[in-house]
């Protein structure tokens, strides 16, 4: 038996839809970011899937540059008193923050299937050391 083919998805679709990065149909992850041990749909293993920091480094640099540019239109603008930004713009940008959190870490986890990355594996060649004057 063969394995099914699958056609090649596009990652921002399926990324920012947090669906499977194989098929396009299962979901990605379960409950608000935590990545399913396989896709239900297909049985793709999601081992490989390993985004780390990026989501909320991306995502923080996004909402900050744009969140930036409208606290500082807004100051300008109307010279509110500063507990109107702690009231309104912090909320504003945490919740921004928060919306960008699972499609950017789908996307992230559909680049990473389309480009094959894997775990890094070291080998040693066993000379660590050799010919060092340190001994």
Same mark, same amino acid.
């Given at each position: 038996m063969t394995d099914?083919?699958?056609?090649?998805l596009?990652?921002?679709?399926?990324?920012?839809?947090?669906?499977?990065?194989?098929?396009?149909?299962g979901p990605l992850l379960k409950g608000f970011l935590t990545i399913r041990d396989a896709c239900p749909a297909c049985g793709l293993d999601y081992g490989f899937a390993e985004p780390a920091d990026g989501p909320a480094f991306f995502g923080m640099s996004v909402v900050g540059i744009v969140g930036m540019?409208?606290?500082?239109w807004f100051e300008f603008? !109307?010279?509110? &008193?500063?507990?109107v930004h702690?009231? !309104?713009?912090? &909320?504003?940008?945490?919740?921004?923050c928060l919306a960008v959190l699972r499609p950017l870490k789908g996307w992230l986890v559909s680049e990473q299937y389309i480009h094959k990355a894997a775990p890094p594996e070291f080998?040693?060649?066993?000379?660590?050391?050799?010919?060092?004057?340190?001994r």
């Open positions: 099914p083919q699958y056609p090649a596009n990652t921002l679709s399926t990324g920012l839809r947090c669906r499977c990065p194989r098929c396009g149909e540019a409208l606290f500082m603008a !109307v010279h509110p &008193p500063i507990w702690l009231i !309104v713009t912090m &909320p504003l940008l945490v919740l921004g080998e040693s060649v066993g000379k660590h050391g050799e010919g060092s004057k340190w």
